[in-house]
């Protein structure tokens, strides 16, 4: 949160959404640092990065008031992801020789 405002807009962009996701997970001990990350947020000139703070605030936090969205926070924020296979789909071929490259 320290260099939130030096970081590069695509960075920018994930620690809104780690935000959000560490105050769904834990809102009693995160509540403070997403709001200070989503204030610092809210006044950045881009409109991507301008614009999430105000959907996420009342995304996540409206579980606070009648908690209407917090179900569909949890599922879109913290939704499980499939592990990425790390098996190259090349591992079978193999390369008989590198004549079909030019030499120089």
Same mark, same amino acid.
């Given at each position: 949160a320290k260099t939130f405002t030096a970081e590069?807009?695509?960075?920018?962009?994930?620690?809104i959404n780690l935000a959000a996701?560490?105050?769904l997970t834990n809102p009693k001990q995160n509540k403070l *640092?997403? #709001?200070?990350i989503l204030s610092l947020a809210k006044s950045h000139q881009n409109h991507d990065?301008?614009?999430?703070?105000?959907?996420t605030?009342?995304?996540i936090l409206s579980s606070e008031q009648d908690g209407a969205l917090s179900h569909h926070a949890n599922k *879109?924020? #913290?939704a499980p992801k499939a592990?990425?296979?790390?098996?190259?789909?090349f591992k079978d071929q193999t390369t008989s020789s590198q004549a079909h490259y030019p030499t120089y």
């Open positions: 590069q807009d695509t960075i920018k962009l994930q620690v996701k560490l105050y *640092l997403t #709001l200070y990065i301008c614009d999430l703070p105000h959907f605030w009342h995304f *879109l924020l #913290l592990t990425p296979d790390l098996e190259s789909s």
